[in-house]
């Protein structure tokens, strides 16, 4: 079935250094990609998604490309700030496969940013 | 309000007892999720809505496990007999349809359940 892999963490980085959160997925059929952000003590949120290959999602200066042939959707950004603490969820989903158009999420990458 | 709310935000119960937990998905939105994060597992799907049918239940871990929409909108998920396996926090998730259809769903802050 449908899966999604990313990097455990937990990440520590200090402020201004540069991210990379990597997934990789094994899907069935074109999966669209998502990156969801969990702030403490707030709910999932989206934060950039790509639904074709070569696509790049980006968002508050986070960024990732949809890579067909490594079959992956690292997230980055060039400069993190204090306020990018969080958990990193990378998702896809497919209408075929065993995600059947539901959500199918890796198991989250908490990220330290220390002033 | 304007996002997904639920109820309780906080529940303990003892083993064996019977929780529901409710979900309020934004207004208009005909598609409702319900998703399980627990320690170590990660996000788990467990029921799909379309409006007041759930074409997708393959989630639901055992017959423990049920819920229902009504109106199109507010939802309740129930755990009979609970269990402590059963501790984690419940997520539910709104959107305008299908994801893979290109709708964006809209999570609440979830509703955590400790069984002791």
């Known amino acids: 079935g449908d899966s999604v892999t990313q990097m455990e963490g937990p990440v520590t980085l200090s402020e201004e250094a540069f991210l990379t959160i990597n997934c990789t997925y094994t899907a069935t059929g074109y999966p669209s990609l998502f990156w969801y952000v969990q702030y403490p003590g707030e709910g999932l949120q989206l934060l950039l998604k790509?639904?074709?290959?070569?696509d790049k999602g980006s968002n508050k200066g986070f960024e990732a490309t949809y890579r067909k042939e490594t079959t992956s959707f690292h997230l980055e950004k060039g400069s993190v700030q204090v306020s990018d603490s969080a958990v990193y969820f990378c998702a896809l989903t497919s209408y075929y496969g065993g995600s059947q158009g539901n959500l199918i999420f890796g198991k989250g990458t908490k990220l330290s940013v220390k002033p | 309000g304007a996002g997904v709310s639920q109820s309780p935000s906080n529940k303990v119960t003892e083993k064996g007892k019977d929780v529901e937990l409710r979900c309020d998905p934004i207004?208009?939105?005909?598609?409702l999720y319900w998703y399980r994060q627990s320690l170590g597992q990660g996000l788990e799907f467990l029921i799909y809505?379309?409006?007041?049918?759930?074409?997708?239940k393959s989630g639901l871990p055992s017959d423990r496990f049920s819920a229902e929409r009504t109106g199109g909108s507010v939802s309740t998920l129930t755990i009979q007999r609970t269990q402590q396996e059963d501790s984690a926090v419940y997520l539910c998730?709104?959107?305008?349809?299908?994801?893979?259809?290109?709708?964006?769903?809209?999570f609440g802050e979830g509703s955590w359940l400790t069984v002791v």
């Open positions: 790509a639904t074709k290959a070569d």
């Open positions: 809505f379309q409006g007041n049918s759930a074409p997708d």
């Open positions: 998730a709104s959107g305008g349809g299908k994801i893979w259809s290109g709708n964006t769903i809209y």
């Open positions: 207004s208009g939105h005909t598609a």
